[in-house]
């Protein structure tokens, strides 16, 4: 009898068969994953990913017989007062006799959805599949590349730290035997068989202090380790393209932009924040806040803390591009940039906003995009077509072909779909 | 003094001493209790098992086992995905408890148990699986002739690598199709009866030498004279040259597939395999549920009264032991909101009690009844024989007593579809037990529950179409939407149009036909 032990296997055994079940339903998981998405807060997605998937696609048909039709029989336990003869009305419900479980429902079983729970992982996949930052590196990778190392083989040269310990007393080994080193057991058996002699007068004593002698000499000779034995771990410089980046999140927190608007930002750059982390490794996001003087903060007093004052947008692309000049040169740099605001500036900053974006922050940015947002209720009628301050003078910009998105958002529910259409994988080819 | 008992180090329990105390256990109470099973299944019960494995394992990897039905090596298809996710979420949500043990068939015979078993349940759990379950493995007719206990580790090992490899050269998509066609005609897919052997030319020659000294032997003048029949019936000799080529009619279906279908590729065929043989192995199973479990719970049930007697059990074990067993063979009235059927661990057990009863103290009725095995005095004996040479059909419709029939109070109840009510066609009385006991028996019979499919007959010179017949019984015609699932399926590996007759076997009329034609998504 064996007993083992399997409950250090490794687990997630299973894995393999869910990732094909998902890559079987994925058409339909990822529309409930948006739908989903739509209802729930942002800040809780995925944190239950319960989602159900009609039946259709995950089905198992078999032949089967069609359930409560045809003669029937049934043998049941329990009877207490029937006797041979008696008659029943059928149960309501049709299929099986007295409440039977042969299967009696399991034709309409099959057409119901199928529930299941996605780990947070697989929910975000899905829900930020086909999304991207746009033209990440393209400018820089073929341009500046950082070197690497990796493991190639084995050198004969090297630092110390990098000695292969192994492969060194292999080639050592392979030596010694080739030269045939005296080994330390034959030198021992030999000095106790002189020692044996010297103590019998053994007449052969002078031709084993002679051989000892030489075998000494000989394992002299052949030392243990050679430097021709010496290997050392080689390491291959290799080119490593950048593919850092970092993300500029500005927005306006001034008095007019009401709780609402702030909300809208506020999911706006969480479901970027959750986007940035998950798609890209090596991505910094640097916060800033303006009213009508810009500071740069941490992530938990942009979204948190209140402020209030006047507009002056032109404060927070001035703190951008200190920040970019003092520690994310362009040339290293991927940078990105996303604002939000209400659309509201003083109008005598157009042209300083203008002229700071043209010359200093669009030819710096892969991309900018702008997130003008609204009131709940949407654009009153009869002001249909207002557009802000800030609106007209990002417009004339992007009219002049420069790297500027910009989309209106005026309810939580177009948060999402906006956030797609900005970072849709098929804008980034449209915009190449 | 308890607790210094538990700590014996000796490996062979002696009768007396306690096998554990508490609900704890570790690897050496695991190898005590089996050796104390083992002293009562060798000796007492005269089992003869298996090498025993007993792999301990945690509640994530005994889902992980349900998602591959149980065994411990699988191919990957997302259908184990879909049921791992099911199990997984009504397992969190407190649905559904999970199994003490899973038993393999398998040389030597390994028992899943989970970690979370007290002491006492690894005891039930060795005695159930480790030698009931195990027993019947090695010993039932079934098992044997059909699977192959040694080997079926290593063929599922091979299953798997076969289908990643197929899977990384063809691609997932693929792959996909035909397992996703392959399981849909999983239970037309197993060998009922043992195929005909080619006979080899000795034999046959030595076969025809002996009928002809037979027909010398008995060789009588008169027979010349007999009228010879006038214008027998005989069919087209082509079809039927054409029929026996392709050993039809068929009812296997996924061998004639893996044989026959002409545009498959190699690759194709040995995954139809794959499932084929997987669908062989599982057949028994499903045969002998209510013999199988009720060998195990009848097992368990004589060893751990028998360790109780020895004193190696506490008081406290046995109670614990009683309170599960008996949860086992609950078995709910027909009227109980709980119903869901016959319980195979309560009518097994309940049946295999009863047969101990026959045997020991008969009654005048069972001497009636079972002349053959009333009164014989050794039990043991006759369950063994039960156990092997039986499955629940034949099991039910052979030892099914009036007392037992009695004692569960079975009814017949018969719903005919032109009746306006149902009837009570027979109760647990002198006209009804062996009326009842035949339909009962019925119910088990695997093959009278599988829709009777067999292809009939293919047109291989004209349009290449598959004829395939479904003979309704009583009837009761298959599932239209799987139905035309499952044919299109069929028609997809068969590379041509596949059409299903429903036919009424009473009068050959044809009931519903349903037609598929082939989607190119194979070739």
Not at chain 1, 202 to 214: A, G, I, T, Y
Not at chain 1, 294 to 322: I, N, P, Q, W, Y
Not at chain 2, 105 to 113: K, L
Not at chain 2, 309 to 323: P, V
């Amino acid at each position: 009898m064996h007993i083992v032990d399997r409950r250090l296997n490794p687990g997630g055994k299973s894995l393999p068969n869910r990732q094909r079940f998902l890559r079987r339903v994925k058409d339909v998981a990822q529309r409930a994953v948006r739908e989903s998405a739509r209802e729930k807060d942002i800040k809780d997605l995925g944190k239950d990913g319960r989602i159900s998937v009609p039946g259709d696609g995950v089905r198992e048909p078999r032949f089967a017989r069609q359930p409560g039709t045809g003669h029937q029989d049934y043998i049941l336990p329990g009877n207490k007062t029937y006797v041979e003869g008696d008659r029943i009305e059928r149960p309501p419900g049709g299929g099986g006799g007295g409440g039977s479980g042969e299967g009696g429902d399991g034709g309409e079983n099959s057409e119901d959805a199928f529930h299941f729970v996605l780990t947070r992982e697989e929910f975000l996949d899905l829900f930020l599949e086909d999304l991207e930052l746009p033209d990440l590196a393209k400018r820089r990778l073929a341009v500046v590349e950082t070197e690497g190392l990796r493991r190639a083989g084995y050198t004969v040269s090297g630092s110390p730290a990098n000695l292969a310990l192994s492969r060194t007393l292999r080639n050592s080994m392979s030596r010694r035997i080739a030269l045939k080193r005296p080994k330390l057991e034959e030198l021992a058996a030999l000095e106790a068989e002189i020692a044996q002699a010297e103590a019998a007068n053994d007449p052969r004593l002078p031709d084993l202090q002679l051989k000892l002698l030489e075998l000494r000499e000989r394992s002299k000779r052949i030392p243990y380790v050679d430097p021709i034995d010496l290997r050392f771990r080689r390491f291959e410089p290799y080119p490593k393209p950048i593919a850092q980046a970092v993300m500029f999140c500005l927005m306006d927190v001034s008095g007019s932009m009401t709780e609402h608007m702030k909300d809208l930002a506020k999911r706006f750059y969480i479901l970027l924040h959750i986007f940035l982390t998950r798609r890209y490794k090596h991505v910094e996001i640097v916060f800033i806040r303006h009213t009508d003087k810009a500071t740069e903060v941490d992530e938990e007093t942009f979204f948190g803390s209140r402020e209030t004052g006047g507009t002056l947008v032109s404060s927070a692309l001035v703190e951008m591009k200190r920040i970019v000049t003092e520690r994310y040169s362009p040339d290293d740099w991927n940078i990105y940039a996303a604002q939000a605001s209400d659309g509201d500036n003083v109008s005598s900053d157009g042209p300083t906003s203008t002229e700071l974006l043209r010359a200093h922050i669009l030819p710096a940015c892969q991309h900018f995009a702008y997130l003008e947002v609204g009131d709940e209720n949407g654009p009153r009628a009869g002001f249909v077509e207002h557009r802000t301050t800030l609106w007209r003078t990002y417009e004339a910009l992007a009219r002049a072909g420069e790297p500027l998105a910009m989309r209106k958002v005026n309810h939580r529910r177009d948060i999402y779909p906006v956030f797609r259409e900005l970072f849709g994988r098929k804008d980034a080819k449209a915009e190449v | 003094m308890v607790a210094s008992l538990s700590r014996t180090k000796s490996t062979a329990p002696k009768p007396g001493e306690l096998l554990f105390s508490g609900n704890d256990w570790d690897f050496e109470t695991i190898r005590r209790i089996h050796d104390a099973c083992e002293a009562v299944a060798g000796p007492e019960l005269g089992l003869s098992w298996y090498p025993n494995q007993i792999e301990i394992i945690t509640a994530e990897q005994m889902l992980d086992a349900y998602a591959s039905i149980g065994m411990p090596l699988f191919y990957k298809h997302w259908s184990f995905g879909k049921h791992f996710a099911q199990q997984e979420a009504s397992y969190r949500r407190g649905l559904m408890g999970l199994a003490y043990e899973i038993v393999i068939n398998s040389d030597p015979c390994i028992s899943y148990v989970m970690e979370e078993n007290t002491a006492t349940m690894q005891t039930l759990v060795i005695a159930h699986a480790a030698f009931g379950h195990n027993h019947f493995f090695k010993n039932n007719y079934l098992f044997r002739q059909w699977t192959d206990a040694e080997g079926i580790l290593d063929y599922l090992d091979f299953a798997k690598s076969y289908i990643a490899r197929c899977e990384e050269r063809y691609g997932h998509q693929a792959v996909e199709h035909v397992l996703d066609a392959a399981h849909a005609l999983m239970s037309q897919g197993v060998h009922r009866y043992p195929r005909k052997k080619r006979p080899d030319l000795a034999s046959e020659q030595r076969r025809e030498r002996e009928r002809e000294e037979h027909g010398e032997q008995i060789y009588n003048d008169l027979w010349r004279t007999l009228p010879t029949k006038t214008g027998g019936q005989k069919g087209d000799p082509a079809l039927e040259r054409r029929r026996a080529l392709l050993e039809l009619p068929q009812e296997n279906i996924l061998y004639f597939l893996e044989k026959v279908a002409p545009r498959l590729r190699p690759w194709q065929r040995e995954i139809l395999r794959i499932v084929r043989l997987v669908a062989q192995y599982f057949y028994p199973q499903r045969q002998t549920k209510v013999m199988n479990e009720g060998c195990a719970t009848y097992c368990h049930y004589r060893i751990m009264n028998a360790l109780s007697q020895k004193g190696q059990l506490s008081e406290a074990a046995y109670l614990e032991f009683l309170t599960s067993h008996t949860n086992v063979i609950r078995q709910p009235n027909f009227d109980d909101r709980s119903f869901g059927g016959h319980n195979p661990y309560a009518l097994g057990f309940a049946m295999m009690q009863d047969i101990a009863r026959i045997v020991e103290q008969p009654t005048q009725e069972d001497r009636e009844w079972f002349p053959d095995i009333a009164g014989t005095g050794d039990a043991m004996g006759v369950l063994r024989d039960c156990w092997e040479n039986y499955r629940d059909e034949s099991f039910i419709a052979q030892f099914l007593s009036p007392k037992l029939m009695r004692d569960m109070r079975l009814f017949h109840i018969v719903d005919d579809p032109d009746e306006p009510e149902m009837r009570v066609e027979a109760i647990h009385d002198e006209r009804g037990y062996r009326k009842m006991r035949r339909s009962f028996a019925r119910q088990y019979d695997v093959a009278w529950l599988d829709p009777d499919i067999e292809v009939v007959d293919v047109d291989l010179e004209g349009d290449r179409r598959l004829i395939l017949h479904h003979k309704a019984l009583n009837r009761i015609t298959l599932q239209k939407e799987d139905a035309r699932r499952v044919l299109q399926h069929l028609a997809d590996l068969w590379g041509y149009d596949a059409v299903l007759k429903e036919v009424d076997p009473a009068t050959g009329a044809v009931l519903v036909e349903h037609s598929a034609s082939a989607r190119p998504i194979f070739f």
